[in-house]
């Protein structure tokens, strides 16, 4: 039987364990990268475990989301970042360099190759044939320690795409018609493998813009075949010897097939307030608009900022709109400015910001109160735009640019004739901005400032566990809720103790203060709690606070792996009525909780205050199950090392 290229990679890699579908994997790591507002926390956890130099073929530190220095925060964080890769081998890619992912791509990206990133949409690489996957940062730190990655084996989806997009229809438009269809749970355990005809009209950026936002599906990963547009990208890239031809055996056999029309398809747009609420976009044109925000690591490639310098050329922004632009990466933003693109976009009206995330992690642009913010980003979840009770709409770059001349949501294909933008034959190479690690690294002096405050512990599974109920909600809970971001927040990420004052407070003010008064803690939560993000301070603050549990009817990959990471106990209900008899501030208790978890899936929880019991799983591998009785994968690896 053949074999889906996903198979390929992971047997290449595979360290331990069988890779069946549900089953727990561990591959080697050949390349990781993290970014300033996760790596910070990831690099001192590798701090933690006294390893001089990574072990990995290639690790790079990106700085992109913390960019506002309102005070003297995020500077002093960079500076961390920069001493710490100098010391450690890291390569580190300078504030102004760009958007990790984008980055990473132009000039890192090697098919068949495997990357874990501090960063949930580190799967962007998979437009360029590599498996890469988004983790928390500790996991992160554990692969630069040359430790393999533990995961459960997806299922294997193939994405048979035909046809080609109509004009004005985008890559864009491609995966908010997979959120159509799936939803932000669709891809919980699955590998999104793309293949079929449709596939060689689509450039890499193009890929990758799909790749991306597999993310919002909840995927492991979404990859693409190495074929020769990864080869033509790649000669444009100057790294044509980084190119090897990868792909799905014509026999291979899949979990699941998902048929997509590329012909079929239109322009497309996300309502508020998730990535899944997708409708076409004439269903909504005429709503007045207030901000388009052109950018974040899904779309602010030469490509797509070429093709909206060409819909605004000679024209202007509506007067009724703010538009920002956010090149992707120093790359995009010098040949824009080198062919008169960037004029064009400054002429048109559009406000420039530096290559970052910006606006898209409510770093600055916060729109204003009660207008609608359309955005060529991949998440909208509610308040990450940093204004409370945003209405924010994601959409692609043509219909972002055709929506900002005319000050209304706005079908593309009005506009005429579609512009025509292809991918370079060079891209223009300058890598000055990515420093390399120096020959003496004991020369170097890591530069720790006075926001970087030490790690917390988590603290051994008592043998009974008894903890209130402190906050009960729904499905789908994003770790914005649970740990915001934005530009006021984003600066304590090396700072626990502050972070922690914020847990949950855009949903529960009470929340810090309660969950301090009442010791140990439980919340309780509908169906996949955590999506979103990878940060590992949604697990880590609330482990500060006393959390000790999550009880939830099931979890998104990575929240769940940070959880157990920091030691809070991830239990799912067996039966999903007993969620609905939980109130918020019962007493819940299990009575010998270590054996339970050493000795079995299945846990008893007594909730004292209401007088029932019921069951719950914890689902933990028995590596995980030590980790969670030692009080997080520090205090375990460090018990190891004695
Ligand atoms: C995001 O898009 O939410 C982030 C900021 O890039 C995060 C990581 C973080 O919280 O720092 C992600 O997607 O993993
Ligand atoms: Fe940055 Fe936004 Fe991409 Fe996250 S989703 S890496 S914040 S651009």
Known sequence: MGKSLTQKIIEEHLVDGEPVAGSEIALRIDQTLTQDATGTMAYLQFEAMDIPRVRTKLSVSYVDHNMLQTGFENADDHRFLQSFAAKHGIYFSRPGNGICHQVHLERFSAPGETLLGSDSHTPMCGGAGMLAIGAGGLDVAMAMAGEPFHFVMPRVVRVDLKGRLPPWVSAKDVI?????????????????????????????????????????????????PSDD????????????????????????????????????????IALPSSPDRVVPVREFAGTEVAQVAIGSCTNSSYLDLMTVAAIVKGKLVSPAVSAAVNPGTRQVMLMLAENGALADLIAAGFRVLESSCGPCIGMGQSPATDTVSLRTFNRNFPGRSGTRGDCVYLCSPLVAAASALTGVITDPRELGEAPR????????????????????????????????????????LPETLRATVILKVADDITTDHIMPAGSKLL????????????????????????????????????????????????????????????????????????????????????????Y????????????????????????????RTQGYEFEARHGLSPQQAKIVLAGGRLSYVKSLQG
């Open 421 to 460: 933008v292809t991918l370079p034959a060079e891209f223009k190479i300058d890598d000055r901005m990515i420093i390399a690690p120096p020959e003496r690294p004991e020369d170097v002096a890591i530069v720790h400032g006075p926001n970087i405050k030490p790690l917390p512990r988590g603290e051994p």
């Open 580 to 607: 609905d008899r939980i109130i918020q501030g019962d007493e819940l208790e299990i009575d010998a909780v270590r054996d339970a978890i050493q000795n079995g899936d299945g846990v008893r929880i007594r909730n």
């Open 229 to 268: 547009r990864t080869r033509e990208y790649l000669r444009a890239q100057k790294r044509e010897e980084a190119w090897k031809p990868l792909s799905a055996d014509s026999d291979a056999e899949y979990d699941d097939v998902i048929e997509l029309d590329l012909s079929s398809l239109e322009p497309l």
């Open 491 to 578: 600066p304590l990420r090396s700072n626990i103790p502050a972070m922690a004052e914020h847990v949950f407070e855009q949903v529960d003010a009470g929340f810090a203060k309660r969950a301090k008064d009442a010791g140990n803690s439980v919340v309780v939560a509908g169906s996949n709690y955590g999506q979103g993000s990878s940060r590992e301070h949604a697990a880590l603050a609330p482990m500060y606070l006393g959390l000790r549990a999550v009880l939830a009817k099931s979890f998104a990959r990575i929240h769940r792996a940070n959880l157990v990471n920091v030691g809070i106990l991830p239990l799912v209900f067996v039966d999903e009525g007993d």
């Open 176 to 224: 908010l018609e997979m959120l159509r269809r799936l939803t932000v749970k669709g891809g919980v355990g699955r590998v999104f493998e793309y293949g079929g005809e449709g596939i060689a009209s689509l450039s890499v950026p193009e890929r990758a813009t799909i790749t991306n936002m597999g993310a919002e599906l909840g995927a492991t990963s979404s990859i693409f």
